[in-house]
């Protein structure tokens, strides 16, 4: 299956730069997978596909504040200690491999090397390591301390197509967000209100978390021309015992799973078994849904407009067909929906 059958051509002028106010006036394209029927709402029309046969599974992970931006004083040429120059630097906390060592992105690298020492504030770290994509970071603070201290000085970070400067780092976070870890939030569900789930919670909607911590991979592109000979990112993703109970109870009674975004998707399928029941624990998953994959969980998806030739996109294709996703992304672009992060919604039905 070719890459270039999940490409589509995308107007700069539509990949959204700022959040909407409030979160569900978004748009909402509303797309049957049977019937290719396709319809043109707003997000809080949600209300009216939404019963007490549905069960919307949400995931409550959190944005870190994981990027740090300073900047060092250099001489302008090894020779020339006379003359000097001021480089930017950043870091970006992708993964944490032990309390005090992080997988991270350094810029610039060339000046980044190994047993480098960085100052900031009170805060001192050292890169360790060279992995093959990044530095392996040690810091001199553990755990509450750490996060106490970035929570103060570093940046949320947001996706690489958002050039504007985001005023209200809150609305780069659900909710309902809870447990912090991830480097960029669930988007899907950064539509809801805590009304919308109130009002969802008065028609007697189901709602359950499950917990995707997001990594940098989720913004990466597929780079093989066969689909099928991709290697996915993996991600941590956890389902407590609990939750997982109510969920195959629901299912047993043949409630509709609505997924709310590519993240409790993948989490959900990658718990269930051949027999539709979902296990539970915690656990970095490889899952890769692309088309003609057996769904073992979910029936509804909410989701957004996902990059061309991104694993996002493919599994979307894989569950509302290749062909009526692609209709469905040009009636997007035709109406000038709002793209990507800050982006507006589908409801695959």
């Known amino acids: 299956m070719k890459l270039s059958e999940f490409d589509y051509i995308l107007p700069k002028e539509l ?3 700022t959040p909407i106010t409030p979160r569900d006036s978004s748009r909402l394209l509303v797309l049957d997978k049977a019937t290719w029927e396709i319809e043109d709402k707003n997000f809080f029309d949600i209300l009216d596909y939404l019963w007490e046969n549905d069960v919307l599974v949400l995931n409550k992970t959190k944005v870190l504040k994981a990027r740090l931006k300073w900047e060092i004083i250099v001489p302008c040429h ?6 000097w120059q001021l480089i930017p630097c950043e870091i970006f906390l992708h993964k944490q491999i ?4 992080w997988d991270c992105l350094v810029y610039p690298w060339k000046k980044l090397k190994v047993w480098t020492k960085v100052y900031f ?9 060279i992995s093959e994509n990044w530095r392996i970071v040690e810091f001199n603070k553990w755990w509450s301390e750490f996060f106490e201290i970035i929570e103060n000085i570093w940046e949320t970070p947001i996706p690489p197509y958002i050039k504007e400067k985001l005023e209200d780092a809150s609305r780069y976070q659900t909710v309902f967000s809870e447990e912090i870890w991830s480097v960029a939030a669930p988007t899907a569900g950064l539509h809801f209100t ?3 789930l109130q009002e969802l919670e008065k028609k007697w909607v189901k709602i359950e978390y499950v917990i995707l911590h997001i990594g940098l991979g989720t913004f990466k592109s597929i780079d093989t021309e066969n689909i099928l000979d991709y290697n996915i990112h993996s991600e941590y993703i956890s389902l407590d015992k609990e939750t997982s109970n109510r969920l195959n109870i629901y299912k047993k009674s043949w409630k509709n799973i609505v997924s709310v975004g590519t993240t409790s998707t993948r989490t959900l399928e990658s718990f269930a078994t051949k027999t539709w ?11 890769y849904i692309y088309p003609w994959y057996k769904w073992l969980f979910v ?6 407009f996902h990059l061309p030739k991104s694993s996002l996109l493919v599994l979307v294709s894989s569950l509302a067909w ?4 692609k209709n469905a992304y040009r009636h997007a672009v035709d109406n000038k929906y709002r793209f990507f992060s800050f982006w507006d919604a589908m409801f695959i039905k």
């Open 15 to 17: 990949i959204a730069q």
């Open 78 to 83: 090894p020779e020339l200690v006379s003359e």
């Open 98 to 101: 032990t309390d005090n060592t």
């Open 121 to 129: 504030d009170n805060l001192e770290w050292t890169i360790k390591e």
């Open 194 to 196: 805590p009304e919308l």
């Open 277 to 287: 029941e979902l296990t539970y624990w915690e656990k970095e998953t490889t899952l």
């Open 299 to 304: 029936d509804i998806l909410i989701t957004n």
């Open 322 to 325: 290749q062909e009526n996703v």
